[in-house]
């Protein structure tokens, strides 16, 4: 089957927007977000308001409305992408620091220092690392060259500051059990909950990179939820579970508190969530009780 749909001018995108229920002031308040956003972006905000089995949406469904869960969202990307960062920086520190004092600077150079990886996975790790280094124009990369001539690759703390989140992932899967438990419980927790943190983390950073919706999207990696036994404060009074934003909102709440206890994070969340009274939680996975959780007290 062919692709049949044309492709339409944005005259034409807001008269077929008008056609289907959408209010404005005028139609060219609509022209001006078409011509800022995109008609395709734009339909992932106002989708939640179409009526089931038809294109039309809801009776009352206003340019405003769209539009507010559209900032809302791009907000809320900004301030998750600030918590990764952070937390990114200190799960990578502890990775680097434990791998060197054990292997060297140029210890992952060598599979055997990461059992966790197959010959194909480590290749790839090390292309990567290779290919950044090449590329890169940062006057550390230049001056250890100029100045090393007889090493090829990088000490591990500086090819880990050209890696990706991704590449940091990696890089943790890799490593020896012994020196990933070593890691975890610098962030109270099992080397597997740490793992599957990464793996949600990673996989949020990307979409927050690529600017893809985030507010109301359902996580492909959820992140694995601490024992009761070991952790109650992740099941009561607040059971955090779900494949929805919460579970990840509140591993970075975690992790903050850690890693930078006197973050502000959290308070400029709930403004976000102040500012924006109308956005509806339930589609991030919030339960009605979350300020409830101790991990958010």
Known sequence: MRYPKPSLSFSDQADRLIQRGLTAPAKADIIEKLKAVSYFRLSGYWFPFRLAGSNNLTPGTTLDTVWGRYTFDRQLRLLVLDAIERVEVAIRTQIVNQHTQKYGPFGYVDRVNLPGLDRSDHRDLLTRIRDQDRRSSEAFVEHFHTKYTSETDLPLWMACELMTFGGIF???????????????????????????????????????????????????ISPMIPRARKHPQWHAPVAIQGNRLFAAMT???????????????????????????????APMGFPANWKQSPLWQ
């Open 170 to 220: 990696t890089l943790y899967r890799g490593i020896e059990t012994g020196l990933k438990q070593s890691v975890a419980v610098e962030f109270g927790v099992s080397d597997r909950v740490l793992q599957s943190w990464l793996a949600t983390l990673n996989q949020i950073r990307n979409l927050c990179a690529h600017h893809a919706r985030l507010w109301n999207r359902g996580l492909g």
């Open 251 to 281: 591993v970075l709440r975690y992790l903050l508190r850690l890693v930078a206890p006197k973050s502000r994070w959290q308070t400029r969340f709930e403004k976000l969530l102040a500012d924006y009274p109308e956005i509806p939680l």
